[in-house]
């Protein structure tokens, strides 16, 4: 199956997070069919992380997400793109390092292995349970695939998760001194954390906070008894000076539940790429015993999680090149 069918064909597949099954089945029955060693691990009931093998010991692997945001999009061409969801993020990934696989093992290198995982756009669900594995001891590189336009990322930003509850007494709207608002509480608290200036780092950029939900109250005649805001801090430091200075903004005002975090890493720079530090964050955090790990991807993160999520067909050939120039040359390399 050529790239850009493979492509279509792993996109007309819905796997939006925690419905990964029928997408990795059908990993499993294309590289078993090219001669591949294929190893389906299991995450939950309906999840498995796929673990695809030409010998014992691979020294570098390609590997990526099989899940999507929703909703699913079914893929369209023209003749310049493939539009729809997972074109870049990360189908179209998928497909290329499949693509780049085949083509190294027809030049008669098989040291490299492919690992897809589950559930990265949520906590990296795959990416944890796939760390203990044993093979993760005999990777010496983990060549990671997100939308980075091809170049190669020497860092990422770490992503810290949480929600800020607050708590009040329920009342009668026309009385409202006898009630406390949950929600003015909340918005006093937003207003302040929008004000800060949280730390930052001089190679990672600027620490970024999303308000993304907000949520609470009973009913409109009803002084609000609680509150909560889900937010994305894009990390550019460890996560405790970030969390010290919300306690600080929050001053025992509400409470901080913490769903995940993933802090910045640097990645492993190869000359002749070209280079830049990426906003967004991947399951590399999560995979520490897989080696030196590297980030480049075919598309842009500024169409992915999007309705408009494309992919250039000429990106996607380059990005096969890109990855079998890669592997070439780290296994040059003398083993780690």
């Known amino acids: 199956m050529e790239l850009f069918e493979l492509t279509k064909a792993l996109m007309d597949i819905p796997s939006v997070s925690g419905e990964e099954e029928a ?45 999507t945001v929703p909703p699913f999009i079914p893929p ?27 083509r190294l093992r027809s030049e008669g290198i098989e040291d490299i292995g492919l690992l897809y995982t589950v559930e990265e756009e949520r906590a990296s669900t795959g990416a944890k ?29 770490g992503s810290f998760r949480l929600l800020i509850k607050t708590s009040g007494k329920a009342a009668h709207s026309a009385y409202p001194e006898e009630g406390d608002s949950a929600i003015e509480t909340l918005l006093d608290i937003l207003d302040d954390i929008r004000r800060t200036h949280f730390p930052h780092d001089d190679f990672f950029g600027e620490t970024t906070v999303n308000i993304g939900t907000i949520d609470g109250g009973l009913a409109l005649n009803v002084i609000p008894p609680r509150a909560e805001a889900g937010l994305l801090i894009r990390l550019t430091t460890k996560r405790e000076p970030i969390e010290q200075a919300l306690q600080s903004v929050i001053r025992g005002r509400g409470d901080i539940e913490v769903l995940s975090c993933s802090e910045p890493v640097k990645l492993h720079p190869v000359e002749g790429f070209t280079q830049k530090v990426v906003r967004f964050t991947t399951d590399i955090p999560h995979m520490p015993n897989w ?17 408009d999520e494309f992919v250039l067909k000429a990106d996607l050939e380059k990005a096969a090149e890109l990855y079998s120039q890669l592997v070439k040359e780290l296994l040059a390399r003398p083993p780690v």
């Open 76 to 102: 369209t061409e023209d003749d310049e793109k493939i539009y729809g969801r997972g074109a870049c993020d990360a189908k179209g990934i998928i497909a290329a390092q499949i693509t780049a696989a085949e």
């Open 129 to 157: 349970a796939v760390n203990g594995h044993p093979l993760a001891a005999k990777c010496e590189y983990m060549i990671n695939g997100e939308p980075t336009d091809n170049d190669l990322a020497i860092g990422s930003k």
């Open 291 to 307: 080696g030196k790990p590297l980030l480049l991807g075919p598309g842009s993160i500024l169409v992915a999680h999007t309705k």
């Open 23 to 67: 997408v990795g089945f059908f990993l499993r029955d294309h590289l078993t069919e090219l001669g591949w060693t294929v190893e389906l691990q299991p995450v939950s009931e309906n999840q498995n992380n796929v673990i695809a093998t030409l010998n014992d010991n691979p020294r570098v692997w390609l590997s990526t997400h099989m899940d």
